[in-house]
């Protein structure tokens, strides 16, 4: 019997030794393999190399999208999550019936990357009209919150001013006409209407009305138009500025521009409080916070960024005087991030948290983080999730991601009607080539969408999925809904 046999025994005996060795390097292998790849290490196929690896999220609106990188279809749609060799490579997303969204894209080792923020515009929008106007509106305005648009008739025979209000969340249901009381207006002849602030309560709006010999102010309540107000006549002023108070209706900023006042108004009571004096511009946020520009104090041709805490104002920065002064402020992450420049100056600074410094009575002025270098920049403004900081002059941006730390500069080929406005926190709109215009922060994925004659491009409902545009025709002036969604995700006609 083989058993027996000495030598057979010891053959036997030697296979198990090797095979316990090799089922011992082979668990090791795979422990360390393991432990490797738990800390963002793998293998490169073709080389055979160890390499670090990547996180890379991806989503997209709508989801469901096929995601490409380097032009090679992956298994997972948005979203998606994918581990990739640090290095760069092309992202690509794509789905029927929708434009493509493509970009490059740069991932360190062990790093984790988001892009969750695409939007597929669709290949062809399909557009409803929903009321032909004789002449175009003379203005449109949009509540916060997206759901109310309302838009201002030409103007009557009898000099009414009167609004459609469309429910985007109903939007092919008839408008319900908003008649402002005649009272409320010094004059509606030859008056031009714009747009001031609406207070995040989505039924105020603050409007100018400037007419031949003057202008005024307007509280219009959309809710109820007989509570409508008009402020130069209820505090028995002539403001140049006016300003919600933390956004809200009770108490408003009154500026007058000829002796440099900044007052509070309480709308409650209709009383006026002193606040600061020698003001050129101010931007308020939250309740007590003011970002200024003052001459007081400062050199010849030259201006003060200032801050107001609610109790003290402290020197930010000093720069060129100008025509226009570009001021700002927001949070993100936390942090204030306050910004000052003007159109005479080469760059826009942005400060982090510069009350904190400030409030150190041995330091005279704050130290910028950042300065987008733009020269004669005539808009400032943050993303709407305050990410990124955005200067425009005509068609040369500068544009730099809190996030990140990040700049873009860039200059667009495309004519712009008008300077480009926010969409979300990624994306900037507009009109060019009499066409609704979308790219993102840092000027890829360029989308000349749908026919638009609205400078500002147009508005969208509240889940991004319509998108409210006017058009020229031989019958009028056309407000439409052109639909976002494509293929599978239209609903059934």
Not at 4 to 24: C, E, N, T
Not at 323 to 339: M, N, T
Not at 393 to 415: C, I, M, W
């Amino acid at each position: 019997m083989d058993f027996l046999d000495p030598r057979k025994r010891r053959a036997h005996s030697i296979r198990l030794f090797v095979g316990y060795i090799l089922v011992a390097i082979a668990i090791g292998l795979g422990g360390w393999l393991l432990l490797n790849a738990a800390s963002g290490y793998g293998v490169n196929p073709k080389t055979g190399d160890i390499v670090q690896n990547s996180l890379l999220f991806v989503n997209s609106n709508p989801g469901g999208a096929d995601v490409y990188i380097n032009d090679q279809l992956q298994s997972s749609k948005t979203a998606a999550r994918l581990i990739l060799p640090a290095g760069s490579y092309k992202l690509s997303i794509k789905k029927d019936g929708y434009r493509d969204w493509t970009r490059t894209v740069t991932l360190d080792e062990s790093s984790v990357a988001r892009y969750v923020y695409p939007f597929l515009f669709p290949s062809e929008p399909r557009v409803v009209a929903l009321k032909t106007y004789d002449k175009q509106p003379p203005l449109i305005t949009q509540s916060p919150d997206r759901r109310w648009l309302l838009v201002q008739r030409p103007a009557l025979s009898n000099g009414d001013v009167v609004f459609d209000e469309y429910d985007t969340k109903a939007f092919q249901k008839a408008p319900q006409p908003l008649v402002v009381p005649s009272g409320v207006f010094s004059t509606t002849t030859g008056s031009v209407l714009k747009e001031v602030e609406w207070s995040t309560d989505n039924k105020n709006v603050i409007l100018s009305n400037s007419y031949k010999g003057g202008s005024e102010f307007i509280i219009f309540n959309r809710d109820v138009p007989a509570q409508s107000v008009n402020i130069n006549k209820i505090f028995k002023v002539s403001p140049t500025q006016v300003a919600l108070r933390d956004k809200k209706i009770s108490q408003l900023y009154i500026y007058t521009k000829k002796d440099g006042k900044l007052l509070v108004a309480n709308t409650s009571n209709s009383k006026l409080s002193p606040l600061l004096n020698d003001v050129i511009a101010f931007k308020p946020s939250g309740p007590n916070l003011i970002n200024y520009v003052s001459a007081a104090g400062a050199p010849k041709d030259m201006a003060l960024a200032r801050i107001w805490d609610g109790k003290l104002s402290y020197t930010l920065h000093t720069f060129k005087a100008g025509k226009q002064y570009l001021i700002d402020e927001a949070q993100f992450q936390g942090h204030w991030y306050y910004v000052a420049g003007s159109s005479s100056d080469e760059r826009v600074n942005v400060y982090k948290d510069p009350l904190d410094t400030l409030k150190n009575a041995s330091i005279r002025h704050a130290s910028p983080i950042l300065s987008l270098s733009l020269l004669g920049a005539t808009e400032v403004s943050f993303s709407n999730n305050t990410r990124f900081i955005e200067a425009q002059n005509g068609h040369d941006f500068s544009v730099y991601d809190l996030e990140q730390k990040n700049f873009y500069r860039y200059t667009l080929d495309a004519p712009m009607a008008a300077v480009l406005h926010w969409m979300d926190g990624h994306r900037l709109i507009g009109q060019s080539q009499g066409k609704f215009f979308a790219m993102d922060y840092d000027s890829t994925n360029q989308q000349l969408l749908t026919a638009s004659n609205y400078t500002r491009g147009g508005f969208f409902d509240t889940s991004y999925q319509q998108l409210f545009i006017t058009t020229t025709q031989k019958k009028g002036v056309v407000l439409s809904a052109a639909d976002m969604r494509a293929g599978v995700d239209l609903p059934p006609q």
